[in-house]
């Protein structure tokens, strides 16, 4: 089954653009052939590429982000993906306001609690850091989307079908 999978942040030029990007690659490497975008809450960086720090970092983990855009997270992107990966608690708040009744509970989730269930684990907003808070975000990041591929890897191996 091909799964369709949103990665959503606040500007949609830092944090969810990597996910995208790590996501992206790990899927290819592992012969998924998802479907794997992303989005922010907030509207204000639209048609923006990512932030220089996320492009590098990126860069210097093998990964081009540059010709993402940044756009903001929509009630339809609802009907469109079938996992929505929250980066914090602020943003899935976010998602709610926006989404209001169309909201599905069972389709978000922190992106974090993949590797960390119920612990409430943010990878946190590096707007206003420097670059090594960049390379933490990656790394935080890489090792969700590491589980990610893993967990539908079993389903695959299990039931000859992901789930
Ligand atoms: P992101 O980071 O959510 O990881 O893209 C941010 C980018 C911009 C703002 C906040 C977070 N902002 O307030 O403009």
Redesign the pocket.
């Known amino acids: 089954m091909l799964m369709k999978i949103l990665m959503v942040?606040?500007?949609?030029?830092?944090?969810?653009p990597l996910a995208e990007g790590i996501l992206k690659q790990k899927a290819a490497d592992a012969g998924l052939r998802w479907h794997i975008e992303s989005a922010?809450t907030?509207g204000?960086?639209t048609g923006i590429a990512p932030h220089h720090f996320s492009k590098k970092v990126a860069l210097l983990n093998g990964i081009n982000i540059d010709n993402k855009r940044s756009r903001e997270f929509i009630t339809a992107d609802f009907n469109r993906f079938d996992r929505i990966y929250a980066?914090s608690a602020d943003v899935i708040d976010e998602i709610k306001k926006i989404a209001g009744k169309n909201f599905i509970e069972k389709k978000v989730s922190l992106m974090m609690d993949e590797l960390f269930p119920g612990q409430n684990i943010e990878v946190p907003?590096?707007?206003y850091g420097t670059e090594p808070d960049f390379h933490n975000v990656y790394k935080l990041i890489d090792s969700a989307c590491k589980k990610i591929i893993e967990k539908y890897a079993a389903g695959i191996n299990q039931h000859g079908a992901f789930q």
Request: charged fraction near 10%.
């Open positions: 942040c606040l500007g949609n030029i830092c944090r969810s922010g907030i204000f960086h980066m907003d590096p707007w």
